[in-house]
Structures are given as C-alpha cells and as structure tokens.
C-alpha cells in the first residue's frame, strides 16, 4: 500500500464510486496548519529578537549621541567661563572700587558740589568695560540660566549707567544729582550679578582642574579671591 492510500485510497474523489476518506484529509490539513503555525512563530520570534536588537543598538547609539552632545555643551560652557573669566573679575573689583568711592566720608556732598569729585566717579563708571565678553555675545546662551540671564543684565546695566553719565555730571548740579541717584540704584544689582558670574567661573576653573591662576580655587577665601 503507497503513502496515498493512507488517507486517500481512491483517485479522483467523487468519480467512479471514489469516496473521499474526510477524516484522513482533516488530519492532514490540521497538520499543515500545526506545521505553518510553527513556522509563523518561529518566524514571528526571529524578527521580533532581530527588532529587539535593532532597539538596542538604536538605543546604545542615541545614548552615546546624547553623551557627546552633553560633554560637547560642558567643554563649551567652561572654555567661554575661562574666556570671560579675567575680565569679569577685573570689573568686579572695578565695581567693588567705585563703591568705596561713593561710601567714602561725604562722599555724595562733594560729588554734588566739585566738579574733580565727579570727574573721579565718572571716570571710574567708563573704567568698567565687558569687551571680552561683549566679543562672545552670540555664544552667552550656552551658559544656560540663571548664569547667562545674569551676565546679561550686568552688561544691559553697565550701558545703562554709562549712557549720558559723564555728560549729566557735567551739567547742572541737578543733573548730577540724578545721575548719583542712578548710579546708587544700579551699583549694587550689577556688583550682585558680576559677584554671581565670577563665582561661576572659579567653579568652571575647578572643574577641569586650572591652578595657578585667578580662578584656582585654592585663592578663594569664603567665596572671594585672595590676590597672591
């Protein structure tokens, strides 16, 4: 007996008194569908691990992508801090210097009355220059906030102050009144963010390791520089 006749003894089916044998050809389509359905899952399961290594991979390279892009944002952020740094601390001891002058004894009264004594103060507001920082404008975002938002009002209010303020000195005894008033109001907003700004920059310095330098933070003393 061939193989045939295990499920089919007769050929064709409905000719000739054939008779179709129903349960052996059930078996055999229950078989192939068991075989495809083996073969659909193995199937399904290859390209489901392949997928699954495909995220992987995707996901170890975004990371590694990230990574860089933040280490690349870091050394950007800590070469413009050492960039701007010297500068920065020479107008904070600038702004720190034009202070004193103004606390001095009666140092008010002889601003409005002699005319060297404002000369002195005026002098000493056009001393206070962001020229190095003023050269990297376009790159002060990568600072990030409150640091950047801080440098630029520091350097809004300079201009500020400087605006017209030798020539208000100049005029009237009014004027120069108005322009001490304005000086008094701004000085300490601008020597608080200038503070806030140096600071950021001696922590740039330690991070990547500078000594020997204005920004070492062995020359800090309770969060002020030490000149050695």
């Keep these: 007996m061939s193989w045939w006749n295990a499920f089919s003894t007769c050929w064709t089916p409905g000719r000739h008194g054939c008779v179709v044998w129903w349960d052996a050809w059930a078996v055999v389509v229950a078989a192939t569908a068991v075989i495809a359905t083996v073969f659909l899952g193995l199937m399904t399961l290859g390209l489901g691990l392949a997928a699954n290594r495909a995220s992987s991979a995707a996901l170890g390279i975004a990371s590694a992508e990230a990574k860089d892009r933040e280490d690349t944002a870091r050394n950007e952020r800590q070469m413009l801090l050492m960039w701007i740094g010297s500068e920065i601390t020479l ?4 702004l720190g210097d034009l202070a004193k002058r103004m606390d001095g004894p009666f140092a008010k009264a002889l601003f409005g ?4 004594a404002r000369m002195a103060i005026a002098d000493g507001v056009e001393a206070i220059q962001f020229i190095t920082t003023k050269s990297r404008d376009e790159r002060l975002h990568v600072l990030g906030h409150p640091l950047a938002g801080r440098l630029a009002r520091a350097i809004g209010l ?3 102050l400087q605006g017209g303020f030798r020539q208000a000195c100049l005029n009237t005894p009014e004027s120069a009144a108005d322009a001490w008033d304005k000086l008094e109001r701004v000085l300490p907003m ?3 963010d ?3 700004v140096k600071l950021a920059c001696f922590e740039a310095a330690r991070e990547i390791g500078i000594a020997g330098n204005p920004f070492d933070p062995a020359t ?4 002020a520089y030490i000149a050695s």
């Design 190 to 192: 601008l020597r608080a």
């Design 220 to 223: 800090l003393r309770d969060g």
């Design 158 to 160: 300079c201009d500020l």
């Design 194 to 196: 200038t503070e806030f």
């Design 91 to 94: 107008v904070e001891e600038q």
């Design 113 to 116: 009355m002699e005319m060297h």
